[in-house]
């Protein structure tokens, strides 16, 4: 039994984290638009509603399917400013757990840990080059939403009080979401005037208002006086890239994720590739024996990542031996069924695990699964004065640590495990995917494919299935894995650690032979799910109106 309930329609699909995110992308569809044109007005509108997730000044990735067939990746991936440099920070630790942690935490909060925004242009530059609609109705929603407001849920309202009082050191979060100094509750409305105005501002003048405009000059304003490195040269220097999607194949399925600095196609390939040498249904979902698989996997792939998948820019990544057969025969090789073994993970680093999800499709071919993030919960905790814009802390993700694959260096883009995936079946679309979730992304999308495909789950079932991680330190377990399973893999070595989720709310969307669109969310976040159906008037009905006697 699924807590939630999958939809099922023929003319569009989407899937947020949100409501009224989802409702925001329907109504483009509804208005004519496509995939793109949803997916875009649905972000922006998660930045007013899901705003400890997502927003303008975060960054993110994009992986669409074009009616030809085409798969695009667009990186819109926040990078480090020029005047940063690999020793700007002092490390507290050179192992695990604490590797990542700096003095002060400069690198998680404050103006030192934001890097250069690039989400705002990558959102529009994919809008204006994909969608057909204009920018200003995309962002009509979002802007209904912060200058009308809208109710709290639970979600929301649970991290505001988590984070209250990092919250309150910033006046312009404090505002918002601590009224009277109190936290917001669920159910209480949340107005958002100042971010209203920022949005109508991007809706008449568009991406250059924030990276070569008045947004711009408050950030660099801000930045200046308060002591951190993004100028306006870097805010105007900020560009997306189109990249080239990573292919493999697992069980006769085409499988499609996004190319580093993401770690998701390359390291999800090497991953299936490895797994697709064990009868993963016949050792049954959820078993000691298919758990031990996926840990021992996980642990391998980011001993490889740690070392190997950076910005191609800056660091050669090996993408063929990654992604070849021959190496994952190699490595599969090495695995022990009876122990758990050390992968020398080296050192991992530690993603936020929190971000959001967008998957569209369309009735016309379009198919989009984005990820994007400010990085943690309401990231750097400050907004830019009188903008209601709130800050990444993306450079959390750099290496603190100097001459490192992962160390920071100007105009870097910061690695991720965004994961926004598709699968096809001779050469048609089965599944889109993707979720939020920090490092527990690649993997937990790796499973829900298993999960697919290997177990023959509903795609319900397969967003909502436990989910297990490991980057070599600890065996995160979901609830649903039972304690059996749990005493076995303790047997076999693996130390385990009992986590209320891992990652976040999955959204996807299936593809019927018959041309149906199945969407689901998973209990993790609010993610809703609206299809459409219907459609207009069969062509030449008229109305007769009625005639007098």
């Known amino acids: ?27 483009m569809l509804l208005a004519g638009g496509n995939a793109v044109d949803a997916a875009i007005a649905a972000l922006f509108t998660l930045t007013v509603v899901e705003p400890m997730m997502v927003g303008i000044l975060g960054g993110g990735v994009a992986h669409l399917r074009l009616p030809d067939g085409r798969h695009v990746v667009v990186d819109g991936l926040s990078t480090a400013p020029a005047a940063a440099r690999p020793d700007m920070y002092r490390t507290v630790s050179d192992v695990l757990p604490d590797y990542q942690e700096t003095v002060g935490r400069q690198n998680h ?31 009509e929603p979002a802007i209904r939403c912060a200058a009308r407001g809208w109710r709290a849920t639970p979600y929301l309202a649970d991290a505001v009080g988590d984070n209250a009082k990092e919250l309150a050191t910033d006046e312009g979060l404090a505002a918002i979401f601590l009224p009277q100094g109190t936290p917001i509750r669920a159910g209480d409305r949340v107005l958002r005037p100042d971010y209203a105005d920022t949005l109508r501002l991007i809706a008449a003048v568009g991406p250059d208002a924030l990276h070569d405009g008045q947004l711009g000059d408050a950030l660099a304003a ?45 390291h999800i390939a090497q991953m299936l590739h490895v797994l697709e040498g064990f009868d993963l249904r016949a050792l049954g979902t959820g078993s000691a024996d298919a758990v031990h698989l996926l840990a021992e996997a996980l642990k391998m792939a980011f001993a490889d990542r740690a070392v190997a998948t950076a910005d191609p820019a800056f660091v050669e990544v090996p993408v063929a031996q990654l992604t070849a057969r021959d190496y994952a025969e190699a490595r599969r090789g090495e695995i022990d069924m009876a122990h758990a073994r050390d992968w020398a993970p080296g050192a991992g680093l530690m993603e936020s695990a929190n971000t959001t999800h967008v998957t569209v ?10 990820t994007q993030t400010i990085n943690s919960l309401f990231g750097a905790r400050f907004t830019v004065p009188g903008t209601g814009m709130v800050a990444n802390n993306y450079m959390y993700n750099f290496d603190p640590h100097p001459g490192k694959a992962l160390s920071v260096a100007p105009g870097k883009r910061v690695f991720t495990s965004m994961a926004p995936m598709m699968v096809l079946k001779d050469g048609k679309p089965v599944v889109a995917l993707g979720l939020p979730g920090g490092l527990r992304i690649f993997g937990s999308a790796m499973q829900a494919i298993i999960n697919l495909l290997d177990h023959r789950m509903s795609l319900q079932e397969a967003v909502e299935a436990p989910r297990v ?17 749990e005493a076995a893999l303790v047997a076999r070595g693996h130390r385990t650690l009992r986590v209320p989720t891992v990652g976040g709310g999955m959204g996807a969307v299936a593809f019927g032979p018959d041309g149906t669109l199945t969407g689901a969310a998973c209990w ?12 207009l008037a069969r062509p030449g009905v008229r109305f007769v109106p009625e005639q007098r006697p």
């Open 222 to 266: 801000h930045m200046r006086a308060a002591g951190g490195l993004i100028t306006a040269a870097d805010l105007h220097a900020a560009a997306p890239v189109e990249r080239e999607a990573i292919r493999a194949f697992y069980r006769g399925h085409e499988v499609i994720g996004p190319p580093p600095p993401s770690s998701a196609g390359v």
């Open 469 to 485: 991680w490991s980057q070599g330190h600890l065996l995160e377990l979901e609830p649903g894995i039972s304690t059996e399973t």
């Open 1 to 27: 039994m699924t807590e939630k309930h999958p939809v099922t329609a023929h003319k569009g699909m989407v899937v947020t984290n949100h409501p009224l995110a989802s409702a925001a992308g329907s109504e």
């Open 361 to 370: 499709a369309d009735g016309q071919g379009t198919i989009i699964a984005t």
């Open 524 to 535: 993790r976040a609010d993610g809703t799910p609206v299809g459409i159906g219907g459609g």
């Open 109 to 139: 909060f404050g103006p030192l840990a934001m890097a250069v925004p690039g989400a705002l242009r990558a959102w529009c530059h994919t809008l204006s080059r994909y969608g057909t609609l204009p920018l200003a109705d995309v962002l």
